[in-house]
């Protein structure tokens, strides 16, 4: 009954070559969002949507896309995966910017190699 | 641009004794701050929130104090329990996302 699911947990991929993580939530929630989380720098915003083809950009949106073709599903894609794209990415998801507390509920990662 | 800090990387503590974490803010905008906490090899939980219109917000062990003036909050655990050894991250909501800091992990020692 995992409110979001992202999958690969785990992936190592070669530089250069495309990538495409997933985000799938059980929530029916409007907001999604990726970050990446990196030593030192805590969760970085990448992109998050606002509803189903409604996206926009984050702070360290360069090299990544995103698509929302159904509530449920967020993808991620690394254009051309970067060694300095290395890192673990985390999905989120949020019922709407009124909910009271502003909780995120998170996905458990997926740890992604670039070799 | 950090506009979200947390200083202190580490941080530990005896069983029992109060846990006290601290986060620094840069953009005087943002009008909710969160507490999230991390175990290895899964996602944030939330933990607690507090609105830019209040100076505390409690929630069993767990209290929240927010310093405006100072841009400042800080999470009081008492009494630290064992279970709540993890990486603990401040946030604060901007207009449309979150701002996180860089985390700080808690070690609670029996």
């Known amino acids: 009954d995992a409110g979001i699911t992202q999958s690969p947990r785990h992936k190592v991929t070669e530089t250069g070559t495309p990538v495409t993580l997933r985000c799938h939530q059980t929530e029916n929630h409007r907001y999604m969002y990726w970050y990446r989380q990196d030593p030192g720098h805590g969760l970085r915003l990448i992109h998050y949507s606002y509803g189903v083809k409604d996206t926009d950009k984050g702070e360290v949106s360069d090299g990544y896309s995103v698509s929302r073709s159904k509530t449920e599903d967020f993808l991620l894609t690394l254009e051309s995966a970067t060694s300095s794209q290395t890192s673990v990415y985390f999905c989120a998801s949020q019922e709407g910017l009124g909910t009271y507390n502003y909780g995120y509920t998170f996905g458990s990662g997926t740890r992604l190699t670039v070799v | 641009d950090q506009q979200v800090k947390q200083n202190s990387p580490s941080l530990s503590v005896q069983e029992g004794r109060i846990s006290i974490l601290n986060c620094d803010y840069t953009?005087?905008?943002?009008?909710?701050f969160l507490w999230y906490k991390k175990y290895p090899a899964e996602g944030p939980t939330f933990l607690i929130s507090?609105?830019?219109?209040?100076d505390k917000n409690e929630d069993g062990r767990f209290t929240v104090f927010l310093n405006k003036s100072a841009k400042h909050l800080s999470l009081h655990i008492v009494p630290s329990q064992p279970g709540d050894s993890a990486v603990y991250f401040c946030a604060a909501k901007g207009v449309n996302d979150m701002r996180f800091g860089a985390g700080t992990r808690l070690t609670v020692k029996p």
């Open positions: 507090i609105s830019s219109i209040k």
């Open positions: 953009n005087s905008m943002f009008d909710y």
